[in-house]
């Protein structure tokens, strides 16, 4: 059986109807199928042959991949199945048609289900094994031999068989018989249609669990929804409920539409054993069919669950990925914890690790005074610049200790009081692990005057905290121990302490308040000769841009344990790997998340109840584009960076790193060819996302391949300069100039490109060096925690999107609890869900809806106070109509007249000025220009694809929705309404941490605090950041 194919053996018709469903057009397909034959990555073809795509971003460049894979392996399960049948000697011309003609696999599974080798029941086994199957095959066939079917079966009685009865046979033949009819292709896809049409999923909980036990899912305790409207997350947590026997799950459906169906595939008017079979057709439908296909579909069901899940995984790892660089800056980490403290590494503009530290402020040791003198002395020491926060536990509290302290540097350097810091030398160890002090008897303590308490120490990371506080002291004065004696006597200006504990004042001599620990225990002897003192430095006041930024944790530890970490930094415990990594994150996100498993970084929906498999190859593709997004550099990126790019995997990533080691920085691109893995074809596809800076040719340091450096050296002299030029700011400026003088449409015919490439071509070439991560916003830094005072109404704040669920977003602006935009305060549009506009790690514009200071709420907007559009009028019937034909329908962004949606070209790439940054989820943007595909959507402002605030031709303007409404007279009065009911909501739901689907939901949600006796719970205490999976399983609606 042969069928005409084309590009790679791909059946035109396939070809025709992907570009249909993709909106592309047929020769585009042809030559991405033909590219990807020839072995080319997607992302070397999203940026370097897009003459042949026709500029076909790397989003739409996957979706072709994934369809021409899933096309080939149907085909490929065709010719399997046909060869199968063929030599069972089953397989008749009409039967081998159907199987060609199927689309789906699941028509194709339905066509061979009577041929292939499957699991059986019992039942069907036993009357195999009684020899049954070829008089149910003959009754089935209607074949002559059975028509006096009482006489054959009366002979075949054989007790020595086990063929006792007339009627054990014909109970056996049925149960055959019943199999075939379950069997029957057109009879399973018309049930099935009728079970996904008007099926509903029903939950309940479980009769043996007991009363109080599952209270994470009571809101599935009595749940029905259609299975076509139910949402992923709902079927998960369905799922998981059912998993631990919490929940018992069913299937309804319309069981009088199936008896019709039944009805009519089932008659068998001309068979010579009708009755016989339609007696058997209940048993099939009940006992094998319906059974079959409830199964069937809740697999389906829960296949289509996991593909969103890890869609918003893999959306939300490449947002953590593509977030921008931090420029050089010097930064302290600070892995927040409560009772092992927080540990603290100061690390240079490189990453490099300087000093680590742990300090105790929190519960239950509380050594706030100490925490905050330790940090100031490692903030002034290595001159810090930014502190990077970890999300985890004790995060806010950190956070207010951090602000406290950078509120009160500013405070004393404001007022002038910023006196020096002194510390001893040798004091403390910089770098590396330290052996433990050796043990020093506790002499007496000295008190210190009343005017002048010297605070407790903090223990670092190689002392255990010990706090040598006597009964009859009060916890808020300090003991004099000598384990802080050095660090006591050195300091001479000391931060203000925290509100919960008094200053303390610094008139008193350093030396009345303490003793040196290496000093000979006191006596009294007046004559006894001083111990000699260490000498003393004063640290510099510290940086005037000292800021805080909260980072993504998740993953941290794992990667302190991995092998990577170990090779990496040998020298160093786990924990302070963990707390390095997060000031790395900071400082180059790309570059330090490539290290961890994707799968552990955490900000996924439900992201364990996925099939690992999946997740790990959808995550390991975002991985790879993000870092063929935005280049390397040959001569400083890690193995890990390497095995990511186009055409390299782990081995030739680590020769690559080795040969480097050995040999030096490589000095040209050609000089990658020296490494034996290297063939032309690996170099071709790698060599444009690998940069040299300072080579020997410059051209190696932009994004121009070097296939096309005769072109670029061509188009450099022709305008009078070179490439050196390139890195000469005002030669590069003149370049630019003379460029900008010939239209682009005559420097593409000049050099025989297209306009489009032409375009694309000469921006790699005017921007070398160029990082795409440098057009997106830049992370929050914070000087401290905005006060819920200080906030008014349409107050503008910039905040970061800590956690995306069904109903809205928790958006951090500075507040200790973070504030919720609410799905319809996100655009001024409908949108269907909130994934479609933010995501996890998002800087945002948001502006204050209202402020509830009692219950700590508020309540913020996307939407820009004045832009807000009238809703839509709700129309005869009570529907809502929309005026503005533009609006569409479900989720769909409005498209302009002739045209294709706001921010997308025909071509599959983005316009404007986000062009090179694709549209979720995956987006077709690159750097610059190219096409390169999951470019990192905006973290701020409006997205590709969605409208721009709405400020004209407003409803109010235009008078739409208004028409007939001032000519009718006034409706009568109505009755006072009945006070109703609102929700009862879990404290996940209160909390935030689960979704909800109402408005009185909502409403319940924000007037919780107004029960009397009720507990203040904010609607986010502590969501999950960066993360919008959530263990506990969303409200039902």
Same mark, same amino acid.
């Given at each position: 059986m042969q069928t005409t194919t084309t590009t790679g053996g791909q059946p035109p018709s396939d070809l025709s109807r992907i570009a249909q469903d993709l909106q592309i057009r047929k020769v585009q397909v042809e030559h991405v199928v033909q590219l990807l034959d020839d072995g080319n990555t997607v992302p070397f073809i999203a940026r370097f042959r897009k003459e042949q795509t026709n500029g076909l971003g790397e989003d739409l460049l996957r979706k072709i991949q994934a369809r021409i894979h899933s096309s080939r392996q149907l085909a490929e399960r065709k010719q399997t199945i046909l060869k199968s049948i063929e030599t069972q000697g089953k397989l008749s011309e009409e039967l081998s048609q159907a199987i060609l003609a199927a689309e789906t696999q699941r @028509?194709? /599974? /339905?066509?061979?289900?009577?041929?292939?080798?499957?699991?059986?029941?019992?039942?069907?086994?036993?009357?195999?094994d009684l020899n049954l199957e070829p008089l149910a095959i003959a009754i089935w066939s209607g074949d002559p031999a059975v028509n006096d079917l009482d006489n054959v079966v009366a002979g075949m009685v054989d007790p020595t068989k086990n063929l006792n009865t007339v009627e054990e046979i014909l109970s056996g033949a049925k149960i055959l018989l019943a199999q075939y009819v379950a069997e029957l292709p057109e009879l399973r896809g018309a049930i099935r249609h009728v079970i996904l049409e008007s099926g509903k999923l029903?939950?309940?909980?479980?009769?043996?669990?007991?009363?109080?036990?599952?209270?994470?899912?009571? /809101?599935?305790?009595?749940?029905?929804?259609?299975?076509?409207?139910?949402?992923?997350?709902?079927? &998960?947590?369905?799922?998981?409920g059912e998993r631990e026997k919490i929940l018992k799950v069913k299937l309804e459906w319309d069981h009088e539409r199936v008896s019709q169906i039944i009805a009519e595939q089932t008659a068998f008017p001309e068979h010579p054993h009708r009755e016989l079979i339609q007696s058997v057709v209940a048993d099939a439908i009940q006992r094998v069919l319906v059974p079959a296909l409830e199964s069937e579909l809740r697999r389906d069901l829960t296949e289509k669950a996991q593909e969103h899940a890890v869609s918003i995984f893999a959306r939300n790892l490449r947002s953590l990925l593509l977030q921008p660089p931090l420029e050089p800056k010097r930064v302290l980490a600070i892995d927040p914890g409560l009772r092992n403290g927080c540990k603290i590494v100061a690390m240079d503009q490189t990453g490099a690790f300087l000093e680590e530290a742990t300090i105790y402020p929190h519960a239950p040791q509380n050594k706030k005074a100490d925490a905050r003198r330790r940090l100031e002395e490692l903030i002034r020491k290595h001159q810090i610049q930014v502190i990077a926060i970890g999300n985890g536990t004790a995060c806010r509290e950190t956070e207010q200790l951090v602000a406290d302290l950078i509120a009160d540097i500013d405070a004393r350097r404001a007022a002038g009081t910023l006196d020096p810091f002194f510390v001893q030398t040798g004091s403390r160890n910089s770098r590396g692990p330290k052996n433990p002090p050796t043990p020093v008897a506790a002499p007496e303590p000295v008190t210190a005057p009343a005017e002048a308490p010297v605070a407790e120490t903090v223990a670092t990371s190689e002392e255990a905290p010990a706090e040598v506080t006597s009964p009859e002291v009060p916890a808020s004065e300090p003991v004099v121990t000598p384990e802080v004696v050095a660090e006591s006597t050195a300091v001479v200006d000391a931060p203000a #302490?925290?509100? $919960?504990?008094?200053? #303390?004042?610094? $008139? #008193?001599?350093?030396? #009345?308040?303490?003793?040196?620990?290496?000093?000979?225990?006191?006596? $009294?002897? +007046?004559?006894?000769?001083?111990?000699?003192?260490? +000498?003393?430095?004063? &640290? +510099?006041? +510290?940086?005037?841009e000292l800021a805080y930024v909260i980072v993504n944790e998740a993953g941290a530890t794992d990667y302190a344990n991995s092998a990577i970490a170990r090779e990496e930094l040998p020298m160093l415990d786990p924990s302070v790997r963990a707390t390095l990594s997060i000031g790395r994150? &900071?400082?180059?996100? &790309? @570059?330090?998340?490539?290290?961890?498993d994707p799968q552990h970084v955490g900000v996924g929906l439900y992201q364990h109840d996925v099939r690992a498999k999946h997740l790990k190859e959808s995550l390991e593709g975002v991985v790879e584009s993000c870092v063929n997004y935005v280049g390397v550099d040959l001569n400083d990126a890690t193995a890990p960076m390497l095995r990511h790019i186009s055409g390299l995997n782990q081995v030739v990533a680590r020769e690559i790193v080795d040969f480097r080691a050995a040999q030096g920085p490589f000095k040209s691109r050609d000089a990658l060819m020296q490494i034996p893995s290297i063939n032309p074809h690996r170099y071709n596809q790698a060599i444009g996302f690998l940069k040299i800076s300072g080579g020997e040719e410059p051209l190696d340091a932009t994004w121009v391949h070097p296939e096309q450096y005769e072109l670029a050296r061509r188009l450099l002299a022709d305008a009078g300069f070179t490439a050196a030029d390139l890195f000469d700011a005002e030669k590069l400026q003149a370049l630019v100039a003379k460029l900008a003088e010939t239209p682009h449409e005559e420097l593409a015919a000049r050099y025989s490109l297209s306009p489009g490439a032409m375009a694309d071509f000469i921006d790699c070439l005017i921007r070398p060096g160029y990082d795409p991560r440098q057009d997106l916003p830049p992370p929050i830094f914070k000087k401290g925690l905005l006060k819920l005072e200080d906030l008014t109404p349409n107050m503008e704040l910039k905040g970061t999107v800590l956690n995306v669920v069904d109903f809205g977003a928790f958006v951090d602006i500075g507040l200790k609890d973070s504030g919720l935009v609410h799905i319809s305060q996100m655009a001024n549009r409908y949108i269907k869900s909130p994934y479609d506009v933010v995501a996890v790690g998002d800087v945002v514009t948001v502006w204050v809806m209202q402020v509830d200071a009692e219950r700590r709420r508020v309540s913020l907007t996307m939407i820009e106070p004045g832009t807000e559009r009238k809703p839509p009028e709700r129309g005869a019937g009570g529907d809502r109509r929309r005026s503005n034909p533009e609006a569409g329908g479900g989720d769909r962004p409005p498209r302009r007249e002739g045209g294709p949606a706001r921010g997308e070209r025909r071509d599959g790439q983005d316009a404007g000025p986000n062009r090179g940054r694709g549209p979720r989820p995956g987006g077709a943007g690159g750097p610059p220009n190219s096409g390169q595909g999951g470019g990192r959507p905006p973290m701020g402002g409006q997205r590709p694809g969605a409208p721009r605030p709405f400020r004209a031709g407003r409803l109010s303007d235009r008078g739409e929705g208004d028409s007939g409404d001032a000519s009718r007279p006034a409706p009568p009065p109505r009755k006072p309404a009945k006070p109703r009911s609102l929700p009862n909501l879990s404290d996940a739901a209160l909390k935030g941490k689960a979704p909800l689907h109402t408005f009185g939901e909502l409403e319940a949600f924000f007037k919780a605090k107004d029960v009397p006796g009720k507990p203040e719970t904010p609607p986010a205490n502590d969501p999950p950041a960066a993360s919008p999976e959530s263990d506990t399983p969303p409200a039902a609606e």
């Open positions: @028509r194709l /599974d /339905d066509l061979y289900l009577p041929y292939r080798s499957k699991k059986i029941s019992p039942e069907v086994r036993a009357a195999i029903l939950a309940s909980k479980a009769e043996t669990v007991a009363e109080g036990q599952g209270q994470e899912f009571r /809101d599935y305790f009595a749940f029905s929804e259609s299975v076509k409207q139910m949402p992923p997350h709902r079927i &998960l947590a369905v799922n998981r #302490a925290e509100t $919960s504990e008094p200053a #303390a004042p610094e $008139s #008193a001599p350093a030396e #009345a308040a303490v003793s040196e620990p290496a000093a000979v225990e006191p006596t $009294s002897e +007046p004559t006894a000769p001083p111990a000699p003192e260490e +000498p003393r430095v004063s &640290l +510099p006041h +510290p940086t005037e994150r &900071l400082q180059d996100p &790309l @570059r330090e998340l490539v290290k961890n």
